[in-house]
């Protein structure tokens, strides 16, 4: 059988050139060890293209899957000073090695198993096969060969750096699959302008992810800190990393594309902490992304944002973020230790700490806004009360004026800006099931103000998008209104559609089914113009429930698993099937969907190629 040369750099087929014309790779020294060799095969199906990256862990290799004949990513564990690629390639543990290279190994299958279940956001790069082969164990990922890394991309702008309005684009889906992270029990501890990729589609996507001791250093292994995104714990100055170790190093990213320079080091800020705003920035930027940056960037965990969702709220300007600020203040970081409790990854905090972060504990804090909120309110109180006392030992001094109870309540409303209200007859009311019901209704329903304080947590569901999924408080119990109930509401956020521009029709087809999506149509409302085209997603969009036509996917990408998805693409460019009008997102004739054409490769090869072992290397 005919057997082509693959580009051992972007996997491209390149025929029988020497030099690809795509990423003008040529052949070159074989690869360097400790790596595997250019061409190895592992797992059985694997080939083995160039190395992308390495660290203290393993490496990263571009790689071809033979079976279905697409490129990969493939992550290596090879644990600097553990392991030594002996015969056949395969890895032998260095004597007295045994027992941590087994903890390596442990940690390194729980993430990526933890990976493989997160599919449904885009912006996570999940394991889409784990093996072990070769002495070690392997990860595969989809290939962002073709992408940039954030920081190509800022440093390839005129400016360094990017306005709010496009930053708020790509960084959003980041920080949901943050969420989705850390609700999995998963750390990154790596985030950064170079773990950060730009896809193909202009995406942003999380690479990057190690276990937990790559990214502590004053452990075992040889650890890969990025200095100016890493938070302080990450330098063993603190307890153990958690959500808020990313929303740091997330905030410093978003800084440096906002800003166009990296932020100080969390290390030296203990001593220096001079990171600050500049002032043509700060009359650019919405003030409430200054604010959520200020927060986020604290040095010390137990001062900073905690969660992507509460950082969302705030880059969002969302009011429930207002309207919570001074509980997130001083409750929410009560104390490390409940913190660390409720954390989903909290190693045991470290015996010594650095001499300088004492110093820093010990030195007198910035007061955050709410602090001083309640200092003013609480000052002003005190000078009402004072005021009315000295009236009464004053009464018969002309020159003193006597302030009435009423007076002195409206002096205080005054000067904090609360509002008062008149007194109601208190009712009872069961709390009631608000399972499947709209948020919209319920906030805003007469009866329940006053009564209960709404919280809302959301969550990817198939139940349709903005109802109640779930509740904290057990329907049927009785209130009344001398009591302000708290109630946590799980909202479903539906499901997130993928991008899936470019991808076969059955595959995109099957791709949304997974996700939950049950009604999906299929529109072959273009004619290919060449065999790559052929039976290809070129547009995704839905059915308006109202008008019954199709609608562009706006907002943030996300539909009800019960709306109807319409996958409009190219059919073959030589068909026998009779030629119909369908409706497409563009005014001009259709044809009727095909479905029984076979898939090609993108090269248009017979399926009896095989893609190869032999090609260009570098």
């Given at each position: 059988?005919?057997?082509?040369?693959?580009?051992?750099?972007?996997?491209?087929?390149?025929?029988?050139?020497?030099?690809?014309?795509?990423?003008?790779?040529?052949?070159?020294?074989?690869?360097?060890?400790?790596?595997?060799?250019?061409?190895?095969?592992?797992?059985?199906?694997?080939?083995?293209?160039?190395?992308?990256?390495?660290?203290?862990?393993?490496?990263?290799?571009?790689?071809?899957?033979?079976?279905?004949?697409?490129?990969?990513?493939?992550?290596?564990?090879?644990?600097?000073?553990?392991?030594?690629?002996?015969?056949?390639?395969?890895?032998?543990?260095?004597?007295?090695?045994?027992?941590?290279?087994?903890?390596?190994?442990?940690?390194?299958?729980?993430?990526?198993?933890?990976?493989?279940?997160?599919?449904?956001?885009?912006?996570?790069?999940?394991?889409?096969?784990?093996?072990?082969?070769?002495?070690?164990?392997?990860?595969?990922?989809?290939?962002?060969?073709?992408?940039?890394?954030?920081?190509?991309?800022?440093?390839?702008?005129?400016?360094?750096?990017?306005?709010?309005?496009?930053?708020?684009?790509?960084?959003?889906?980041?920080?949901?699959?943050?969420?989705?992270?850390?609700?999995?029990?998963?750390?990154?501890?790596?985030?950064?302008?170079?773990?950060?990729?730009?896809?193909?589609?202009?995406?942003?996507?999380?690479?990057?992810?190690?276990?937990?001791?790559?990214?502590?250093?004053?452990?075992?292994?040889?650890?890969?800190?990025?200095?100016?995104?890493?938070?302080?714990?990450?330098?063993?100055?603190?307890?153990?990393?958690?959500?808020?170790?990313?929303?740091?190093?997330?905030?410093?990213?978003?800084?440096?594309?906002?800003?166009?320079?990296?932020?100080?080091?969390?290390?030296?800020?203990?001593?220096?902490?001079?990171?600050?705003?500049?002032?043509?920035?700060?009359?650019?930027?919405?003030?409430?992304?200054?604010?959520?940056?200020?927060?986020?960037?604290?040095?010390?965990?137990?001062?900073?944002?905690?969660?992507?969702?509460?950082?969302?709220?705030?880059?969002?300007?969302?009011?429930?973020?207002?309207g919570t600020a001074a509980e997130a203040y001083s409750s929410a970081y009560a104390s490390l230790e409940d913190i660390y409790s409720e954390s989903?990854?909290?190693?045991?905090?470290?015996?010594?700490?650095?001499?300088?972060?004492?110093?820093?504990?010990?030195?007198?804090?910035?007061?955050?806004?709410?602090?001083?909120?309640?200092?003013?309110?609480?000052?002003?109180?005190?000078?009402?009360?004072?005021?009315?006392?000295?009236?009464?030992?004053?009464?018969?001094?002309?020159?003193?004026?006597?302030?009435?109870?009423?007076?002195?309540?409206?002096?205080?409303?005054?000067?904090?800006?609360?509002?008062?209200?008149?007194?109601?007859?208190?009712?009872?009311?069961?709390?009631?099931?608000?399972?499947?019901?709209?948020?919209?209704?319920?906030?805003?329903?007469?009866?329940?103000?006053?009564?209960?304080?709404?919280?809302?947590?959301?969550?990817?569901?198939?139940?349709?998008?903005?109802?109640?999924?779930?509740?904290?408080?057990?329907?049927?119990?009785?209130?009344?209104?001398?009591?302000?109930?708290?109630?946590?509401?799980?909202?479903?956020?539906?499901?997130?559609?993928?991008?899936?521009?470019?991808?076969?029709?059955?595959?995109?087809?099957?791709?949304?089914?997974?996700?939950?999506?049950?009604?999906?149509?299929?529109?072959?409302?273009?004619?290919?113009?060449?065999?790559?085209?052929?039976?290809?997603?070129?547009?995704?969009?839905?059915?308006?429930?109202?008008?019954?036509?199709?609608?562009?996917?706006?907002?943030?990408?996300?539909?009800?698993?019960?709306?109807?998805?319409?996958?409009?693409?190219?059919?073959?460019?030589?068909?026998?099937?009779?030629?119909?009008?369908?409706?497409?997102?563009?005014?001009?004739?259709?044809?009727?969907?095909?479905?029984?054409?076979?898939?090609?490769?993108?090269?248009?090869?017979?399926?009896?190629?095989?893609?190869?072992?032999?090609?260009?290397?570098?």
């Amino acid at each position: 059988m005919e057997k082509e040369k693959l580009c051992l750099r972007c996997m491209r087929k390149i025929g029988s050139s020497s030099v690809c014309p795509y990423c003008r790779n040529e052949k070159s020294a074989p690869q360097k060890e400790p790596y595997l060799p250019l061409k190895t095969v592992v797992g059985g199906r694997y080939l083995i293209g160039k190395v992308v990256d390495s660290n203290g862990e393993g490496s990263t290799y571009n790689a071809f899957d033979m079976e279905t004949k697409r490129p990969v990513t493939l992550r290596e564990l090879y644990p600097k000073g553990l392991l030594t690629r002996g015969e056949g390639n395969y890895c032998l543990v260095n004597v007295g090695k045994a027992s941590e290279f087994i903890d390596a190994k442990d940690d390194f299958v729980k993430l990526w198993r933890k990976l493989a279940t997160l599919t449904g956001y885009k912006a996570l790069t999940p394991a889409t096969d784990i093996f072990e082969d070769l002495g070690t164990v392997y990860a595969v990922t989809e290939f962002l060969g073709e992408g940039q890394t954030l920081r190509e991309y800022l440093l390839n702008k005129e400016q360094g750096y990017i306005s709010w309005e496009e930053a708020r684009v790509l960084f959003m889906p980041v920080l949901s699959a943050l969420g989705e992270l850390h609700a999995a029990g998963i750390v990154h501890g790596g985030i950064s302008p170079t773990t950060l990729i730009i896809d193909a589609n202009g995406k942003l996507r999380i690479t990057g992810y190690c276990i937990p001791a790559m990214r502590t250093e004053k452990t075992s292994m040889e650890s890969e800190i990025f200095d100016g995104y890493a938070a302080v714990e990450q330098y063993g100055m603190s307890a153990g990393l958690g959500s808020y170790t990313d929303i740091y190093a997330f905030a410093a990213v978003l800084y440096r594309a906002l800003i166009g320079s990296t932020p100080m080091s969390a290390a030296s800020r203990l001593t220096n902490d001079k990171l600050m705003i500049p002032g043509k920035f700060a009359e650019q930027l919405p003030a409430y992304v200054i604010n959520a940056l200020v927060n986020a960037l604290q040095i010390l965990p137990q001062d900073r944002t905690a969660t992507a969702e509460q950082l969302r709220d705030e880059v969002s300007a969302s009011p429930a973020a207002a309207g919570t600020a001074a509980e997130a203040y001083s409750s929410a970081y009560a104390s490390l230790e409940d913190i660390y409790s409720e954390s989903m990854s909290t190693p045991e905090p470290f015996d010594e700490v650095d001499e300088e972060f004492e110093e820093y504990q010990s030195k007198p804090q910035p007061v955050k806004k709410s602090t001083i909120a309640v200092l003013v309110i609480s000052a002003v109180l005190f000078i009402a009360i004072l005021i009315t006392v000295l009236a009464g030992f004053g009464s018969g001094k002309g020159d003193e004026t006597d302030l009435s109870t009423n007076e002195i309540s409206e002096l205080v409303d005054d000067s904090t800006g609360l509002e008062t209200e008149e007194v109601t007859d208190i009712i009872s009311i069961r709390i009631p099931d608000f399972y499947g019901e709209k948020y919209d209704d319920i906030k805003n329903d007469e009866e329940y103000k006053g009564i209960f304080i709404f919280k809302t947590e959301y969550e990817d569901s198939t139940e349709e998008r903005g109802v109640v999924i779930s509740q904290d408080k057990v329907a049927g119990r009785e209130v009344t209104s001398e009591e302000l109930i708290t109630i946590k509401l799980t909202i479903s956020n539906g499901i997130a559609v993928p991008e899936l521009e470019g991808e076969y029709i059955e595959d995109a087809e099957q791709e949304l089914k997974d996700l939950g999506f049950k009604k999906i149509k299929k529109e072959a409302a273009k004619k290919a113009s060449t065999s790559k085209e052929e039976n290809r997603v070129y547009r995704i969009a839905y059915e308006d429930p109202e008008t019954g036509d199709w609608a562009e996917i706006s907002g943030d990408g996300r539909l009800s698993a019960k709306d109807t998805i319409i996958l409009y693409y190219y059919a073959p460019m030589e068909t026998t099937q009779e030629e119909t009008t369908a409706r497409r997102p563009e005014n001009s004739t259709t044809e009727k969907q095909t479905e029984s054409a076979d898939e090609n490769e993108e090269t248009g090869d017979s399926g009896n190629d095989e893609p190869v072992d032999e090609g260009s290397e570098e």
